[in-house]
């Protein structure tokens, strides 16, 4: 997913609106976005959206943004929502691979309940959206086999440590809002999962957003969060490998599949790679939405 873009989940115009602005994943929103008096007619429309969403390859991943688990409104959340089988659950102010957990246990329960297969509900969390959770990144790996993703906040990490802001004079991200940052790369790829960046605020200046995105893509992102149908395509543009990249990851692949499991260092037009570039190019093949075990081999 190159493309995370927030919807409301309480205004069904925009949920619509939204589904065919071209994101590859549309993060339905009970949090934030609502306020307390309509969390109850967001959760409804949320499932009725689920319920009647076309699904497949062409429309975009559907993740729900539950209120986090110290509110104590995430329990209804996940009743309403499960039923309608979202491709994942998105925990806000995740505290420690612990929260993961107890998150994963509620939603096995709502799935047996819903009838659904245990486990096709996939977690994402945004981990540095507090201080507790920054200073457990270490904890969020091997703590729950539906973790498919981990994210980064800035706004609410500013609120929490009582910053009064998370950018510089110069429009940069201070030490601890880039420390945030690297932390979320390293705890994702501790945990085999996919780095998602955080939202470009001023929705207005894609100059902005385009290098933001492409300084994501270099440092090892997968994906961005997007506030605004408008940046969808911006943040698309950026995360989809160029053809050239595409091909030497394919040929790199196809090397390797055919040199066997035991394979070290191989050659490719007069250099030598080994198996941090196999861990690349598997990585380019995904963003560029082909299956790595899937290529066929090099004769």
């Not at 007619?41 to 959206?49: D, L, Q, T």
Request: aromatic fraction near 4%; include cysteine; glycine fraction near 8%.
């Amino acid at each position: 997913m190159r493309s995370l873009l927030f919807v409301p989940g309480d205004s069904e115009h925009k949920m619509q609106k939204a589904a065919a602005c071209g994101a590859d994943a549309l993060i339905l929103d009970l949090e934030d976005s609502v306020a307390p008096s309509r969390k109850a007619i967001a959760r409804k429309m949320v499932a009725s959206f689920l319920a009647n969403a076309p699904r497949g390859e062409q429309s975009p991943k559907l993740i729900v943004r539950v209120n986090a688990l110290d509110t104590w409104l995430t329990e209804d959340d996940l009743t309403a929502v499960v039923p309608g089988a979202p491709d994942a659950i998105l925990l806000p102010k995740a505290n420690s691979g612990a929260d993961l957990q107890d998150l994963g246990v509620r939603i096995a329960v709502e799935e047996a309940e819903a009838g659904l297969p245990d486990g096709g509900i996939r977690i994402h969390a945004l981990m540095t959206e507090n201080a507790a959770g920054m200073l457990a990144a270490a904890s969020f790996a091997a703590k729950s086999a539906r973790l498919s993703a981990l994210a980064w906040g800035a706004e609410d990490l500013a609120a929490d440590v009582g910053a009064s802001s998370n950018k510089d004079d110069s429009g940069g991200y201070t030490d601890m809002f880039r420390m945030a940052r690297s932390l979320t790369i390293l705890a994702a790829a501790h945990a085999g999962v996919d780095a998602i960046d955080t939202v470009f605020t001023d929705f207005r200046d894609m100059e902005g957003l385009d290098a933001e995105c492409r300084a994501a893509v270099r440092d090892g992102f997968s994906g961005k969060m997007a506030i605004h149908p408008d940046q969808v395509s911006v943040i698309n543009a950026a995360f989809t490998p160029a053809p050239q990249d595409v091909e030497r990851a394919v040929r790199i692949l196809a090397l390797f599949a055919a040199a066997g499991p035991d394979a070290g260092v191989l050659s490719l037009d007069g250099k030598m790679i080994d198996k941090p570039h196999l861990r690349q190019a598997e990585r380019v093949a995904r963003r560029a939405g082909l299956d790595p075990d899937a290529l066929p081999r090099r004769s």
